[in-house]
């Protein structure tokens, strides 16, 4: 990534740290000035512990050497000795209104221009056509799409890969049964838009019931099978009429989600059939894959299954017929030979682990992995229900995806009615649904990638706490301000004023901004960006409850509407990041 356009207050005390180590110890020239933010004072460096031990020579002395270095450093109002070694740093008030006006000037908000030449893939959400979305597939959506979203603002050139479940045995299953049961009705026309892939998830178990029920049945449909994949001219027709009625359900819920999720998105697993035969070849060819049993198998020669022997990847079955194994590397054999990616990332829940390390072993044998691409699987936990188990319906179903962020709105709703039992109720509407949705989608995000969660619209929905809606009410309250001001332009800082201690507090949260982007981006988890802007929200309501803006003398008055305006543009710029809308009233 290219060097910040305003450069994070972190990173200057880090240079101006590091700038005393070597007038301390020019043979030191290099090391980690060890810096981090600190509840004792604005910094903390720790470097002198370490080079210390390096040099063996008492800590405290090379801690009093380092703060005599940092003495005249303009950035920099007082460093002090703490503890057996550590340098608790103080920035200088002008230092932080300074970079409030650099940081309210600038378009990006002090994050480093974009960087170029990096494409990421990134492979998310990946519903299966002909089924209704269900609550399994939120967490893949949802954080798929954040990450799309930061490492397109850092810089990546990102393709979005929604691998949709388009192909297989369960298709020449569900077309057979609907040419043989033609008083069936399933087109948007005969059922309407939002019913259709509900009739088709319904016929497709009714397909299935009779697959199981019925040999003659059964050998039909695996005899339409063939006519599909080997291009039968009717059963193709069919297939793309099922696909594009359940395209247009999932743009439905993506639309809903305000995900960015666009057909032109869509890598189905039938764009990959072409290349499975090549795929399967190749491995053979390369050593990777032997026959065995009359099918094609990549023997793991890193993982063992329960019973000692080598974990296996079926490339071919004994048919000759493929699945998930052979699509996945023939995917990752295209991203990489094609697409020219630099890193693919796999959006997917934990219990894909497995498959996943096989997968990128295989790969990596095959030569198309290699050290010039990253690839990574991320994992996620599971949503649960009130009972603490995996989320289900009363009678032990799936919960469809639609149902879930139906009880949000409802729940945000009568919140928001409450509070603000004045709305017109097509405002009312508007809002619960940006509430509704911002708070399923945060709940989500706010919550370690790899933990499980409880489904709970309530609390989701509530005004105080960590929640979706206490961030976006925070938003709204700094705008409301921002309206009794007269919404003015870019505000002045005058870089004489002396600092309140609510008012540090709150610089020194915004400026922490374009370090949380680069920490999503090293570690792939988005609820470290959600943590900082509740943080974010939370030292605000300080701000405000001890430092009033539109009653201050000039020039503090300006100076605290150029924060609070830098404060709505960090807010609403996160929250658009994690996806969640920002309204101005709420």
């Given at each position: 990534m290219s060097a910040p356009t305003v450069l994070p207050l972190l990173a200057q005390v880090a240079s101006a740290v590091a700038d005393a180590i070597v007038r301390a110890r020019p043979d030191m020239a290099g090391a980690d000035p060890v810096v981090r933010r600190s509840d004792r004072a604005d910094f903390q460096s720790n470097a002198a512990l370490?080079?210390?031990?390096?040099?063996?020579?008492?800590?405290?002395r090379l801690a009093a050497d380092l703060i005599d270095g940092l003495s005249g450093d303009e950035v920099i109002a007082e460093a002090l000795a703490a503890g057996p070694g550590f340098v608790n740093i103080t920035v200088a008030d002008a230092a932080l209104w300074a970079q409030v006006a650099a940081r309210a000037?600038?378009?990006?908000?002090?994050?480093?221009?974009?960087?170029?030449?990096s494409r990421i893939v990134i492979d998310y959400s990946a519903p299966n056509v002909a089924k209704e979305m269900h609550v399994g597939h939120l967490r893949t959506t949802i954080i798929g799409d954040a990450l799309a979203r930061v490492f397109g603002f850092l810089g990546g050139e990102v393709v979005?890969?929604?691998h949709l479940g388009d192909w297989g045995t369960q298709f020449g299953m569900l077309i057979q049964y609907i040419d043989e049961h033609p008083e069936q009705r399933w087109h948007a026309a005969e059922v309407g838009a939002?019913?259709?892939?509900?009739?088709?998830?319904?016929?497709?178990?009714?397909?299935?019931?009779?697959?199981?029920?019925?040999?003659?049945?059964?050998?039909?449909?695996?005899?339409?099978?063939?006519a599909l994949q080997s291009g039968d001219v009717a059963t193709l027709a069919r297939w793309r009429e099922i696909v594009a009625e359940s395209e247009r359900a999932f743009g439905a819920i993506y639309d809903r989600l305000g995900v960015l999720l666009t057909p032109d998105d869509y890598a189905p697993e039938s764009f990959y059939n072409p290349m499975l035969a090549d795929t399967v070849t190749e491995l053979l060819d390369k050593g990777v894959a032997t026959h065995s049993d009359g099918a094609i198998v990549v023997k793991s020669e890193r993982v063992n299954g329960p019973d000692g022997t080598p974990a296996v990847l079926m490339v071919r079955k004994g048919d000759g017929g493929y699945g998930y194994d052979t699509t996945d590397l023939a995917t990752i054999r295209y991203r990489i030979s094609t697409l020219a990616a630099d890193r693919l990332l796999y959006v997917t829940d934990s219990r894909q682990a497995l498959h996943f390390q096989l997968i990128f072993e295989a790969a990596r044998r095959a030569g198309w992995l290699t050290g010039a691409v990253t690839v990574g699987h991320v994992a996620y936990g599971t949503i649960l229900g009130p009972d603490g188990r995996p989320f289900k319906t009363r009678a032990g179903g799936t919960v469809r995806l639609t149902d879930l962020l139906d009880a949000a709105v409802a729940a945000a709703r009568s919140v928001v009615a409450e509070k603000n039992p004045g709305l017109p109720a097509a405002e009312l509407d508007t809002i619960a649904e940006q509430a509704g949705i911002g708070a399923v989608k945060y709940a989500d995000l706010s919550t370690g990638r790899v933990k499980d969660y409880t489904f709970d619209p309530a609390r989701m929905t509530a005004f105080n706490g960590n929640t979706g809606v206490y961030l976006q009410y925070a938003h709204a309250r700094i705008r409301s301000i921002l309206r009794r001001a007269g919404d003015p332009g870019p505000a002045p800082v005058d870089v004489t004023v002396p600092l309140d201690p609510a008012e540090r507090a709150l610089i020194l949260t915004l400026d922490d901004y374009a370090t949380v982007l680069e920490e999503v981006a090293r570690t792939l988890e988005?609820?470290?960006?959600?943590?900082?802007?509740?943080?974010?929200?939370t030292v605000f309501t300080e701000f405000y409850a001890t430092c009033p803006v539109l009653t201050a003398p000039e020039p503090l008055r300006d100076n605290r509407i150029a924060v609070c305006q830098l404060a709505a543009r960090t807010l609403a710029h996160g929250l658009g990041l994690l996806g969640i809308a920002a309204p101005a009233r709420l």
């Open positions: 370490p080079l210390a031990k390096r040099a063996g020579e008492p800590p405290a000037a600038d378009a990006r908000l002090g994050v480093g221009e974009p960087a170029t030449g979005r890969a929604n939002d019913a259709t892939v509900s009739v088709l998830d319904g016929l497709y178990k009714a397909a299935r019931a009779e697959f199981d029920a019925d040999p003659g049945f059964a050998d039909r449909s695996r005899t339409r099978v063939v988005p609820h470290r960006l959600a943590t900082h802007l509740y943080e974010l929200a």
